[in-house]
Structures are given as structure tokens and as C-alpha cells.
């Protein structure tokens, strides 16, 4: 039984998801992000770790373009081609101190996350307090859905290389235990430090930092030769480095974007509740502008301080966007929404640019969001000195569309070509988020 409650819905489409393996379970899976602390356990790291990590950093060489790799086509393929580290059980159990208690850093839906340690040349596990550490993410057994997102996590991050985006070092496939193993983030995940009681604020220098450096990480990924939707991003899923700065994790929702004239592709719903976009919920259509609506939703989490739901708030407090969406575009009610934490201490001419960036973002019609480039330039134009935080209110859907592509290329999903059919979308209602 999963650790959080879910809503469990079903969902009636016509389209297929033609020439893609569903590599998700059945079903519209929406967590409760005001009782779950984080659907996957590697953003969970205490605050107490805080003092003694930050010199266990982990530092990779730089990789180089992947679009040589082979497109995988089966399980043994994905992880052959990864160019991952095949860890053993045994390699893990002795990282981890045999996965004792005192080496646990969270836990969530797909299973727990282990602090271990291993040689930082040759990836061998070493003694704790030498090496380097890493996060270690073991999986539930009994969960078949956790092994289908645990398989789209290597294949992604086995050839998605950025600096925002978690650095995954290897996997174990051993028997019946199925691992993975990252980079260890010594300041755990933006969720925890806007949300968790006892936190320190952040300034707002750095939730401005938080937010562009996730924005880099969703534009590598839609901006790439062959695009990839994160279609799960959540304060919990970006985690941070020693100095703040973000890294997308927990890529097992990722899914290859439309090719050719394609505008969509039509999929099983699977989210967090609060953060998922509304046509995709009532659809089933998801584009990347469906990570532009839950991009804008961090946004407001970051201006609020208030969780994208939050059931003990009073009426329509408690879904973030109804509450603050009447007073993002108004300069003179923005202050009642803004993050009672930050004491006033924010320039008001930045953040009501923010409030309009997050306005479009969350724009019902997905048509008229900005793409996530365009949202990365007016963020890095208000973090330049010479804006000094004051620049007039924004308007990105003006700003020109002429994005060099990334210089990282991406392998095709291997959904594509596995399975000689698809199988039709079970059928299910829902109602829309507004």
C-alpha cells in the first residue's frame, strides 16, 4: 500500500497513445501534495544534514553529446546504453551501512532513499565520511509501476546531461531490487525549505536563483532536438545544490514530446494535483505547456510561501492559483499574497514582474502561455544588476521566438518502437481544474 493517499479516477479518450508503450500503470494517479511530503523520497533530505555535507558534494566530468547512443528498444538495451554504473546489491548494502535507519534520508511512493558513500574514481563503495556521497534510491519490490518509472529514469537520465538537471551516477537491476543512485543535493528540495516548519526563509535573491535555474532545466528539456515533457514538476522534485542552485529530479513521468506537425500527444494522466495543468487533466492532451502551467504554479509557491494545495486553508485558499490569480495582475493587492517570511524584503517593481511572468504561465488556454525560454529570459533580464530588480511589467509572449536549439541531443524514447501496438486509454471522468 502506498505511504500517501492518491485519487485514483479513470479517464475516457478516444485518441491512443499511438506508437508509445505506456510504461505507466492504469489509472490517473494525482497526489496530495498537502499531506505527501514528496512522491519521490531523493528530494527528502533532513535539515540536519545540512552541516556535514556540503563538502560531499558530488563533481562528474562534464558529458559529452549522446546522440551516437543506439535508440533502446528493450529493457537490456536502456541499460546497456546508458552509460551508467552497474552497481550490485552488495555494492549498495555496503555503501549504505546495509541500509541501516541511521543512513535513511525520506521516503515516498517509489520506495526509500539511502545516504551512502563510494570511491569518487572508481564508483566502488568506500567507508562512510570517505569517498563521495550519494543518494540512493531503493525500490518498493511489490510495485510494478515503480519498476516502469524506475526503467524511464535510466533511459532519460542515462543520456540527459545538464547542469540542472540531477546528475544519476548508476543503477542496480539485481534479482528482484531495482536502485538508483544520484548525486547527493546537501540542501534538499525547495519544498522543504518554503514548507517545512522550523525552515529558514529564503531571500528572495535566492527563490529568484531557485526559479532560473529550474526554468534552465525545463528549457534544456523542451528546447532539445527531441523534446522531452518533464510533466512532473513540483517544488518537491527541485532539489538544490550546496550554493541553492536547482536540479530537476525524478524524471519517471518524462515522456517524448509531439514530432512532426503534432501539437500534442495524447497519454494517461499522471501528476501531482495542484501542479498538473488543466487541459491535460480533462483531456488527456499533454504538450510542454503543460509544464508551463505547473512552472507557474512554483512561481506562486515561491512569491506565497503556500503549497499549490493546501486543505487546512479556508475555502478557495486552498488551491493556490484560484487565491492568488485575482491579485497577480494588480499592483496594489499583489502585497496581500506575497510570503508574509520575507519581512518586506523584496523589490516590489521584480516581484510584480514575477506575478505577471507567473500569470501567463498559469493562463488557462495553453495556447497563450509562453513558451519556457522565453520565461528564462525575462527571469535572467530581472536577475541582471543593472534591472536592480525593477523592471516594468512584463510581457514574454512578445519576446521573439528565435531560441537556439540546445547543443545536447537526445535518444528518442524507447517507448516509441517497443510493443507492436498500443493499448487504449481506459476510460475515466474527472473534473477540470481551473
Not at 127 to 153: N, R
Request: charged share 25%; aromatic share 8%.
Amino acid at each position: 500500500m502506498a505511504p500517501f493517499p492518491i485519487i485514483a479516477v479513470k479517464l475516457i479518450l478516444v485518441a491512443w497513445d499511438v506508437g508509445l508503450l505506456v510504461l505507466l500503470a492504469p489509472g490517473f494517479i494525482i497526489a496530495d501534495p498537502s499531506k505527501v511530503t514528496s512522491k519521490t523520497s531523493l528530494s527528502s533530505v533532513p535539515s540536519t544534514l545540512k552541516s556535514n555535507s556540503s563538502r560531499s558534494t558530488l563533481t562528474l566530468p562534464s558529458m559529452k553529446d549522446r546522440s551516437e547512443l543506439p535508440t533502446p528498444r528493450t529493457e537490456g538495451e536502456i541499460l546497456s546504453s546508458s552509460n551508467l554504473k552497474a552497481f550490485s546489491f552488495n555494492d549498495l548494502k555496503t555503501a549504505t551501512k546495509n541500509f541501516r535507519p541511521d543512513s535513511l534520508l525520506g521516503e515516498g511512493g517509489f520506495g526509500h532513499v539511502y545516504k551512502g558513500w563510494i570511491d569518487e574514481h572508481t564508483l566502488a563503495p568506500s567507508k562512510p565520511g570517505s569517498g563521495m556521497v550519494v543518494a540512493v534510491k531503493k525500490l518498493k519490490p511489490e510495485g510494478f509501476q515503480g519498476h516502469k518509472e524506475w526503467l524511464t529514469e535510466v533511459n532519460y537520465l542515462g543520456q540527459l546531461h545538464h547542469k540542472n538537471l540531477v546528475k544519476l551516477i548508476g543503477y542496480c537491476s539485481d534479482g528482484d531490487n531495482r536502485l538508483l543512485v544520484y548525486e547527493f543535493m546537501p540542501k534538499g528540495s525547495l519544498e522543504n525549505h518554503l514548507f517545512r516548519r522550523g525552515a529558514d526563509p529564503l531571500s528572495w535573491a535566492i527563490r529568484l536563483k531557485v526559479a532560473i535555474g529550474a526554468a534552465r532545466g525545463l528549457s534544456f528539456l523542451h528546447d532539445a532536438e527531441n523534446q522531452v515533457i518533464y510533466r512532473d514538476f513540483k517544488a518537491s522534485n527541485i532539489l538544490l545544490d550546496s550554493e541553492f542552485n536547482s536540479k530537476l529530479s525524478d524524471f519517471g513521468l518524462a515522456k517524448a514530446g509531439p514530432t512532426g506537425d503534432k501539437t500534442h500527444v495524447s497519454t494517461q494522466v499522471m501528476g501531482t494535483h495542484g501542479y498538473a495543468a488543466p487541459e491535460y487533466i480533462a483531456t488527456g492532451r499533454l504538450s510542454a505547456k503543460a509544464d508551463v502551467y505547473s512552472f507557474g504554479v512554483v512561481l506562486l509557491e515561491l512569491l506565497t510561501g503556500r503549497r499549490a494545495l493546501d486543505k487546512s486553508k479556508p475555502g478557495i485558499e486552498q488551491n493556490l492559483v484560484d487565491w492568488a490569480k485575482p491579485h497577480l495582475g494588480d499592483k496594489r493587492r499583489l502585497y496581500r499574497v506575497m510570503d508574509t517570511k520575507l519581512g518586506g524584503q523584496y523589490p516590489k517593481k521584480g516581484a510584480h514582474a514575477i506575478a505577471n511572468i507567473a500569470l501567463q504561465c498559469i493562463c488557462n488556454d495553453a495556447k497563450m502561455r509562453p513558451r519556457m525560454s522565453e520565461v528564462l529570459e525575462e527571469l535572467e533580464q530581472l536577475q541582471d544588476s543593472k534591472y536592480n530588480m525593477a523592471s516594468p511589467q512584463v510581457d514574454i509572449r512578445r519576446t521573439s521566438n528565435a531560441v537556439p536549439k540546445s547543443p545536447m541531443r537526445i535518444q528518442p524514447s524507447p517507448r516509441r518502437s517497443l510493443g507492436a501496438a498500443a493499448s487504449p486509454l481506459p476510460g475515466y471522468r474527472t473534473a477540470k481544474v481551473h
